[in-house]
């Protein structure tokens, strides 16, 4: 399982690094362009799944270089809300429906229960690691390549 390859994953952001995101950095319009070339790209389809939803929704992937304490901008990718909630399981946890992400994850991945308690445990392990580095540098400057 630890190697096993998931297509679909959890991406938990650092508690400092809740209001580091493009939504809240860029001017509106700019945000509102980036997030309409990803679901150009998408062709309707999720990014994860494949899946064809009613929308898609965009999502930012960031990357933690723990060591320099760097918060990089990896892409912004279109998937169906379904993916997405289980991207952000800590909200789904509070205010969603975790019992369908459970599912989704499991379906996704082709996987057990016990599989998706694993990579929901390294992802925790990630978290609370991350979240001892006391500030994040931001790096966007894949945004050159997303405009
Ligand atoms: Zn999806």
Redesign the pocket.
């Known amino acids: 399982m630890k190697n096993k390859k998931l297509k679909l994953n959890f991406e938990l952001v650092p508690d400092s690094c809740w209001y580091s995101n493009l939504r809240s950095i860029l001017p509106e319009g700019q945000w509102n362009a980036l997030r309409k070339k990803a679901y150009a790209r998408a062709e309707g389809k999720?990014m994860?799944?494949g899946?064809m939803p009613h929308r898609l929704e965009a999502h930012e992937q960031w990357e933690y270089d723990e060591k320099n304490a760097v918060q990089r901008l990896k892409n912004i990718i279109a998937?169906?809300p379904?993916?997405h909630a289980v991207i952000h399981i800590g909200r789904t946890q509070l205010k969603g429906d975790i019992r369908a992400a459970e599912e989704h994850f499991m379906k996704v991945n082709g996987c057990s229960y016990s599989e998706y308690r694993a990579a929901l445990g390294e992802a925790n392990a990630a978290h609370i690691r991350r979240n001892k580095v006391p500030e994040w540098k931001l790096d966007i400057s894949k945004l050159i390549e997303l405009i």
Request: hydrophobic letters at 50%; a neutral charge.
């Open positions: 999720c994860i799944c899946a998937v169906c379904a993916c």
